[in-house]
């Protein structure tokens, strides 16, 4: 279980994180939500290590991941696509596929089959440079780089942004393949309310830099959704 406990984060002298309070659980997929601007980039960069928390504690399954750099924390377990998605274009979609198990030490035995099964259209692209595919192939290619590196909390960070349809649908079975096979808990930063109402087990709506609902997903009512996320 990933557990944020009264994260606080300052930018520049400006506190951008008060007090956020949430728990992605185990085998289960989390949507954190809010409108632009709201803090939520910011802490998911502090939970791979990218921002530094001045109060608080960030733990997985009960260890404290304050104070570890960002790539040992991936070792801990956090894989993280982040918006933009970084993959290296330049690279071969195979070469990026193996960069990140080849750096955590990982074996990519009978691995890669699995990824083609949850995104065929790697397949037919290996030898292609990764600069070169559209942005919902990258973004698929992003997430199956995350996957071969065997997280125990994979987040992903507006996975649909600027992606055309299909692919969006293609992401959301392999989110619900995921989930359904258990062993993996999901942290979705998303703002496509219908995409998190469908795969989510768990919520939590950010304004201002702290959490002001949460919740399962049941209890993300029309209430909840129109006095924290329209505009």
Known sequence: MLKLENVNVSIGGSRILRGVDFEV???????????????????????????????????????????????HRARAGIGYVPQGRDIFPNLTVLENLKIGAIAMGKSLSGKLDRIYTLFPILKEFLPRKGGMLSGGQQQQLAIARALLTEPKVLILDEPTEGIQPNIIDQIGDTIKMLRKEGGMSILLVEQYLDFCKELADTFAIMDR???????????LTEDVIKAHLIV
Do not use: F, H, W, Y
């Open 209 to 219: 830099g702290a959490v002001v609902a949460k919740g399962g997903i049941a209890d």
């Open 25 to 71: 659980p185990d085998n289960a997929v989390t949507c954190l939500m809010g409108r632009n601007g709201v803090g939520k980039t910011t802490t998911l960069r502090s939970i791979v290590g990218l921002r530094k928390v001045t109060e608080g504690d960030i733990t997985l399954n009960g260890q404290s991941l304050l104070g570890m750099k960002p790539e």
